[in-house]
């Protein structure tokens, strides 16, 4: 954590609200009744606030505040990104296949993904490695009706060297290979620990996934691979 950053979660505590509303209210006070001699008190008033701002922040209730206020931050932003997988499922689970491998296929994942995202919202935590795999499942099935759209157009007009459509047993098989990952990450990140220890998996899991994103080359490579892979299928 950058050294201003505890500062800056102060500035939002309830602690801090609780000495700049009124140290507000004081100088406005004495802008308007002590006019002509307003600018001694208001300095006395900045001057106190400074001091005692600067104070409560290194104090032992300070540092609560300062965790409070992060704990908060991170469970925002762990509830945002239980949303986008939400959603994500959400788009899988409309999508009409027309494979009844593909389709048995699906029903496992979506129920393994939703009891997943269902102890996400209750443990308040989530698995990188399983919302990895949700993508992979939307990239699959889009891969698979985007060759099968392809292989209709050229039947339906009879082009030559039409390809023939993507494997469904392969593909149905990947998306159930993604579906036992993810229960597998459910009893390992989220029911397989104490809290303790699970937010330490986080916190490791997350800083694995910052690398990554800060090397976008890297993930958006193995992204393409993995599209051509399942094209190539």
């Known amino acids: 954590m950058p050294i201003q950053r505890p500062f800056l979660l102060y500035l939002r505590s309830r602690l801090h609200l609780a000495l ?84 048995r296929a699906l029903e496992l994942f979506l129920q393994e993904s939703g009891s997943y995202l269902e102890k996400c919202r209750e443990l308040g935590a989530y698995s990188p490695l399983a919302n990895e795999r949700i993508e992979r499942v939307l990239d699959i099935c889009q891969v698979f009706l985007g060759e099968k759209d392809e292989e209709a157009t050229g039947r339906r007009y009879g082009l030559p060297g039409t390809p023939e459509g993507a494997p469904a047993e392969s593909l149905a098989k990947d998306i159930m290979d993604c579906a036992g990952v993810i229960r597998q990450r459910v009893t390992e990140d989220l029911l397989g620990t104490s809290v303790k220890e699970r937010l330490q998996i986080m916190k490791e899991l997350d800083a694995t996934e910052s690398d990554e994103k800060a090397s976008g080359k890297i993930a958006s490579d193995r992204k393409a691979s993995d599209k051509k892979a399942l094209e190539d299928k």
């Open 20 to 103: 700049a509303l009124p140290a507000a209210g004081l100088i406005v006070l004495s802008a308007l009744f002590l006019r002509p001699y307003a600018l001694v008190p208001i300095l006395v008033i900045l001057a106190v606030y400074v001091v005692l701002t600067g104070t409560l922040c290194f104090t032992r209730r300070g540092a609560r505040e300062v965790v409070q206020e992060s704990d908060q931050d991170r469970q925002k932003k762990i509830r945002q990104k239980i949303a986008r997988y939400e959603q994500l499922r959400e788009r899988i689970s409309v999508l009409r296949l027309g494979n009844e491998q593909m389709a």
